[in-house]
């Protein structure tokens, strides 16, 4: 069983936000694969929705709590259904990359992200794989808040476009993945 999650915040406010690539792109890939819709579950908390590919079960979620403590809806998951750390695959914006550079990535430090901070922390290990979407870097430090809570601009929206049947193949070679 392979557990993909799009890392995010679920309130509107936050659609389209840099900070919510995970959640921008997971929503591409459940719509791609022509999946149900999601479906919160409390016990998760997080939405989710199943598939079956070649003979594997793949789970996608979106976890429903605040970005900070996201590794609780993935750790919940990953226990049910005793999901090893190594089956997990984290989509999440990266701000030391440049917009749309794309990179597979397993284990490793948060780097100061702490939606992989929490996770890292609730399952207990760094052993997961990430797949890190570049979403640049504001100007100095002190706007990193407001720049990843802001939208992407028409130029950036475009660049990530363009990445998007990588990313599909990233998800795919992982879910293929024994």
Not at 141 to 168: C, H, W
């Amino acid at each position: 069983m392979k557990l993909l999650v799009g890392l995010g915040n679920p309130w509107p406010q936050y659609v389209h936000t840099r900070h919510n690539i995970g959640f921008i792109l997971i929503d591409q890939l459940r719509e791609r694969w022509r999946l149900d819709p999601f479906i919160e579950n409390k016990k998760f908390y997080g939405w989710i929705t199943q598939w079956v590919i070649e003979w594997q079960k793949v789970i996608l979620l979106k976890p429903t709590t605040y970005m900070n403590r996201s590794g609780q809806s993935i750790a919940s998951v990953a226990s049910y259904y005793d999901i090893i750390p190594e089956n997990i695959f984290v989509i999440h914006d990266e701000i030391d990359f440049p917009t749309a550079k794309i990179a597979l990535k397993k284990g490793g430090s948060h780097a100061g992200h702490n939606g992989l901070k929490d996770t890292i922390e609730k399952l207990g290990t760094k052993d997961f794989w990430r797949l890190r979407i570049g979403i640049d870097r504001p100007i100095t430090k002190e706007m990193i808040t407001d720049y990843v809570l802001g939208s992407f601009t028409p130029n950036q929206k475009d660049e990530i476009r363009q990445q998007r049947d990588a990313i599909y193949e990233f998800c795919l070679a992982f879910i293929r993945e024994e």
